[in-house]
């Protein structure tokens, strides 16, 4: 039995397995010898450790003709607006470990959409998004982590100039190949952030109390990736 691929500091490769107190023991599998080890749980970068069908290493840029990126808030207390942004890249680069991969998009604000023009014209303004003095708003993943069946992607999101950590949740939809000769990945991608933590603070008080445009975003995407050729 050979540990390999650990991120530990001093991890040996090794035959039998010692416990704390000095003790040997037999391993009868690479789980139970992880699991004796590293008791608290610590990750151990090995390819075996998540596995994903159809998965492949490489590059895979997103479809924008498949994919979307919405957003709702809360409107007058009441009910919610949704809205889209129409113009976007996003990027995923898929290591031999799913858990080692990166991910980064850019977002044209200009191309906010929410089905009323006075409105999206509006959101444009330095009052909100101030498209002119910050025309792409950005996301960079730091790191991947599981939970259950799903990923929470960490990383950095940046809008107006101002960078704050978020945390998205991804659902993997399933890889396979396409009619065209290209492998496809689907993603469906969710996240809140609370926009006056980007300087977007415009907003009217209703009499009585409340406010028109409520602080907290969700967003939610769908993404169609396709792995680029070599």
């Known amino acids: 039995m050979v540990l390999t691929h650990c991120n530990v500091p001093a991890c040996p490769a090794v ?26 749980g610590i990750i ?16 895979w840029n997103a479809d924008p003709i498949h994919s979307e990126i919405g ?11 949704r809205g889209r942004f129409a113009d976007f890249e996003a990027i995923v680069t898929t290591a031999e470990n799913p858990l080692n991969s990166t991910a980064r998009a850019a977002i044209r604000v200009a191309s906010i959409d929410t089905g009323h023009d006075t409105r999206d014209t509006d959101l444009r303004s330095s009052g909100f998004l101030s498209v002119d003095e910050y025309p792409e708003m950005m996301f960079t993943s730091t790191a991947i982590r599981m939970d259950g069946d799903a990923y929470l992607v960490d990383g950095d999101l940046t809008i107006r100039g101002t960078t704050k950590p978020i945390t998205l949740r991804a659902e993997t939809g399933g890889i396979g190949p396409d009619p065209y000769g290209f492998t ?24 009585g109390g409340g406010v028109v445009i409520a602080d907290k975003v969700k967003i939610e995407i769908e993404l169609q990736m396709v792995l680029q050729k070599n």
């Open 71 to 81: 957003f709702s808030v809360r409107h007058m207390m009441v009910s919610n607006v």
């Open 184 to 207: 496809r990945a689907g993603f469906h991608i969710t996240t809140e952030i609370n926009r006056s933590d980007f300087g977007i603070t415009g907003n009217v008080l209703i009499e």
């Open 15 to 40: 035959e039998r397995l010692r416990y704390w107190d000095g003790s040997y023991q037999e391993p009868r599998s690479q789980k139970e010898l992880l699991g004796s080890i590293f008791p608290e």
């Open 44 to 59: 151990v970068n090995n390819p075996e450790v998540v596995q994903i069908p159809g998965y492949q290493v490489g590059t």
